[in-house]
């Protein structure tokens, strides 16, 4: 994992106010990534869903069901860039 997430805020909707450790920043809606199906139905509640929390352990945020984002595919969606090309710029 390449940069982790230190701050998350809930917003409206299913939206999230994300911070990296690399102080970037930006706003993801959730609803756009995922189906509320298996371990993400529970998140199809917005009060459930407001209750997302960062894992210092492990630089992401979840929900107490078990459930959680991978921190590489939120970083690439808020930097506008694929996994690939943020890895190979971080590697230079």
Avoid: C, R
Avoid at 27 to 44: A, H, K, Y
Avoid at 47 to 52: A, D, E, G, I, K
Wanted: glycine residues 6%.
């Amino acid at each position: 994992m390449l940069k982790d997430i230190i701050s998350v805020n809930p917003l409206e909707g299913y939206q999230l106010h994300i911070q990296f450790e690399d102080e970037t920043q930006g706003i993801i809606d959730i609803s756009q990534l995922i189906e509320f199906t298996g371990i993400f139905t529970s998140l199809q509640d917005l009060n459930y869903f407001q209750q997302v929390k960062v894992h210092p352990e492990w630089g992401t945020i979840y929900w107490e069901n078990g459930a959680d984002l991978d921190p590489d595919v939120l970083y690439s969606i808020i930097t506008n860039q694929s996994i690939g090309t943020y890895q190979k710029v971080a590697i230079k």
